[in-house]
Nanobody, 124 residues
Framework: QVQLVESGGGLVQAGGSLRLSCAAS????????MAWYRQAPGNQRELVAA???????NYADSVKGRFTVSRDNAENTVYLQMNSLKPEDTAVYYC??????????????????WGQGTQVTVSS
């Protein structure tokens, strides 16, 4: 099993910044892609940003130029730096990890895990 623990959400005024962190732990062999998704009330969960193990990234059009995703492979941690926040960025933000993990038989298995979510609220 792999656990993802997120931190860094909160309330901020429009134009402000927040930094989210997500740390993965467990019997991890490698984490392929780490990503941030968000879900606002009444909306579907959407991809915000993703980063592959070698550092290539992709972003939702709505956050390009404002958000930056990064990762520390040694610490199995992904970050999301959010600048110039807008009220429409208000949502619960979820961390996702596409992993290869060791099972009880010490064999490697693919896995896909989610964090518990962290609330980001941007006031106008």
């Amino acid at each position: 099993q792999v656990q993802l623990v997120e931190s860094g959400g909160g309330l901020v005024q429009a134009g402000g910044s927040l930094r989210l962190s997500c740390a993965a732990s467990g019997n991890i062999f490698i984490i392929n892609t780490m990503a941030w998704y968000r879900q606002a009330p009444g909306n579907q969960r959407e991809l915000v940003a993703a980063i592959a193990v070698r550092g290539s990234t992709n972003y939702a059009d709505s956050v390009k130029g404002r958000f930056t995703v990064s990762r520390d492979n040694a610490e199995n941690t992904v970050y999301l730096q959010m600048n110039s926040l807008k009220p429409e960025d208000t949502a619960v933000y979820y961390c996702n990890a596409d992993v290869v993990e060791f099972g009880y038989d010490d064999r490697a298995y693919p896995g896909d895990y989610w964090g518990q979510g962290t609330q980001v609220t941007v006031s106008s």
